[in-house]
């Protein structure tokens, strides 16, 4: 069997599934997509690759967030983790299901809310399920009784 293949993708941007979005927002009504393009955005507000969503605040949002899979997948994992650290909002993240790299120890175990999805994705505009197993990670807003 090739591995390389199989662990890898030369594609990066994965537009989600709508149906997928659809059920996850009916739980957090999300208010900014932090990792959008025009064409795919799922909320109103949204940042697009040239706004670089990175650079951005999501403070007082309830943020979905769908990152490029890439080398900065990691990045995005790290300003989320402190996003929800520093103001408290929620965001969700759906993200390749890697759980031997550095960024899913260092800011996602025993950190977040994680949910394994059941079989193969398949995202929007590709013909064929995705080639990599997914999650949804969730960084809750904090409620004080």
């Not at 537009?15 to 009916?26: G, I, M, S």
């Not at 009504?29 to 940042?47: E, Q, R, W």
Request: a positive charge.
């Amino acid at each position: 069997m090739n591995t390389k293949v199989l662990y890898s993708s030369k594609e990066e941007k994965w537009a989600t599934p709508q149906d997928f979005f659809d059920k996850l927002n009916e739980e957090f009504y999300f208010t900014l997509d932090a990792a959008a393009s025009p064409d795919n955005a799922k909320c109103a507000k949204y940042f697009t690759e040239e706004q670089d969503g990175l650079a951005q605040s999501w403070g007082g949002h309830t943020v979905w967030c769908n990152p490029p899979y890439c080398r900065k997948t990691g990045a995005w994992v790290k300003k989320a983790y402190e996003v929800h650290q520093r103001t408290g909002c929620t965001v969700v993240m759906l993200l390749p299901s890697r759980t031997d790299v550095r960024w899913f120890h260092d800011y996602i175990l025993g950190k977040a809310e994680i949910r394994f999805v059941k079989g193969r994705l398949k995202f929007d505009g590709s013909k064929n399920s995705a080639p990599f197993p997914s999650i949804v990670v969730i960084y809750r807003k904090q409620v004080n009784n």
